[in-house]
């Protein structure tokens, strides 16, 4: 089979939170695109990429150690695996979460959140971003009871920022990608279809 008619299977960590959208937005990205559904450690086998969707990051950091999950997913970003993370996603990457420091996280970028640091639920928005390398048009950045990035070590590349703030709002460090929004509770597929160039360029899908 030639590298070009392969499909590419898409783990989506099936734990919690919002998976199905994440399911949904990764097929409009392409018919060669597979999302695999990961509620075991078996299901990250032959998987050529692995997105942790948006919840509730303490539940889903459990859950992981519970299922024995938690350091073959740590083995496998360190290895080079493209992990896309949205929201509690992007704070099981980070490297620390401030106030709690025992969170159970992945902790593989370098990065630290301030877990919902724009107030509960009720304070949650939508707004339009400006970003120099999703230039066509404005990111529309849904952001749920979300965290912010409140420090960005070396390595990490700042690919989007929230208003005159200059929060970072989408980091990527090499294969591994965070965002404190939610894309895939948008139309617009290109957050997605950028991981996806990550998983190619990560993979021997080139
Ligand atoms: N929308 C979300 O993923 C919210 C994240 C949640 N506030 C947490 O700490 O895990």
């Not at 073959?72 to 420091?101: N, S």
């Not at 999703?134 to 420090?151: D, G, M, N, S």
């Not at 279809?193 to 899908?205: E, G, R």
């Amino acid at each position: 089979m030639t590298a070009a008619s392969r499909v590419v299977r898409i783990g989506v960590l099936e734990l919690q939170g919002d998976f199905l959208e994440h399911r949904a937005m990764l097929k409009q990205c392409g018919n060669d695109i597979q999302p695999i559904s990961v509620k075991g450690k078996q299901d990250l086998d032959n998987i050529d990429g692995l997105v942790i969707p948006g919840g509730e990051s303490t539940t889903m950091g459990r859950l992981l150690a519970e299922f024995d999950m938690l350091e073959t997913i740590r083995e496998l970003g360190l290895q080079g695996l493209p992990i896309f993370g949205t929201c509690a996603g992007c704070i099981l990457l980070a490297k620390d979460i401030v106030g709690r420091p025992t969170q159970t996280k992945l902790g593989l970028m370098n990065i630290t959140v301030d877990r919902n640091a724009y107030g509960p639920q009720t304070e949650s928005f939508e707004t339009q971003v400006y970003s120099p390398r999703f230039k066509e048009k404005p990111l529309r950045a849904v952001l749920i009871r979300a965290p912010t990035i409140v420090q960005v070590g070396s390595g990490v590349q700042i690919l989007a920022c929230k208003g005159s703030e200059k929060e970072p709002i989408l980091v990527q460090q090499g294969n591994l990608l965070a965002s404190t929004f939610h894309p895939e509770l948008t139309e617009d597929t290109r957050i997605h279809l950028h991981f996806l160039d990550i998983v190619k360029a990560y993979t021997s899908l080139q």
